[in-house]
């Protein structure tokens, strides 16, 4: 009959008794949230990146009107459109120059019907719109052959100009301005203009717009 051996003392070489699980870990710590993003800061008193590019745009705009101001008293800018070359006529040689602008005369600033012009009407009150339909003079001009109390459609084989009456008279004709009647003169080109405006040897190339209105585009004359 066998005997049941007694139990391992300490320190023998049997093995330990198996070590207790872990604890159950807990919830997860949350992470810190993500530093927000901020723009740096301007020392005080130095100009906002944007408000200087903003500013930057506005005074270019303001440059460019007003070096359309001086370069074309009373015309505007026409970027598209029929362009026409008009004859001048002598300038009386007293309203000649007015500061830095040298007057100009058109042929079809006065219209009369013994010129060959064709009117709706030779009444129109002073002040009133009114349109000059031009056709090729054969010369590299254009010449008025109709004035018209209302708009025509615009044509690049009949362009129209558009006017403001100074003075009609069934007798005499109708006399216009189109906003063309001053052009700046540079300093070194004034001596030969003022004697070409004089005589009426000026051309002026404009480019009408689809309303009629005229801007300059360039003036050719002796000794340019």
């Known amino acids: 009959m066998s005997t049941p051996l007694p139990p ?33 800061v301007p020392p005080a008193g130095a100009p906002h ?6 500013f930057l ?44 602008y040298v007057a100009l005369r058109y042929a079809l600033s006065t219209l009369r019907p013994e010129d060959g012009v064709d009117a709706d009407r030779w009444d129109l009150p002073a002040g009133a719109a009114a349109f000059v339909v031009l056709e090729e003079a054969g010369d590299g001009t254009w010449r008025a052959v109709r004035l018209a109390a209302e708009r025509p459609l615009q044509d690049a084989s009949r362009p129209f100009v558009a006017g403001v009456v100074d003075r009609c008279a069934p007798e005499a004709g109708c006399t216009l301005t189109y906003g063309i ?13 003022e004697e070409a405006a004089r005589h009426g040897d000026v051309l002026v190339t404009v480019k009408v717009d689809l309303l009629g209105r005229a801007g300059f585009v360039a003036l050719h004359y002796p000794g340019e």
Not at 12 to 33: D, E, V
Not at 63 to 68: E, F, K, Y
Not at 181 to 193: F, I, K, N, S
């Open 181 to 193: 009647e001053q052009y700046y003169v540079p300093e070194h080109r004034g001596p030969a203009l």
């Open 8 to 40: 391992a003392a300490p320190g023998s070489n049997s093995a330990p008794p198996p070590a207790a699980p872990p604890p159950p870990a807990g919830p997860a710590a949350p992470l810190p949230p993500p530093a927000a993003s901020v723009a740096p």
């Open 49 to 54: 990146p944007v408000s200087g590019r903003r």
């Open 57 to 100: 745009v506005a005074a270019a705009v303001q440059i460019v009107a007003l070096v359309g101001l001086v370069a074309w008293k009373g015309s505007i800018f026409v970027t598209a459109g029929p362009t026409v070359v008009l004859r001048t006529v002598p300038v009386d040689p007293r309203s000649l120059f007015m500061g830095d």
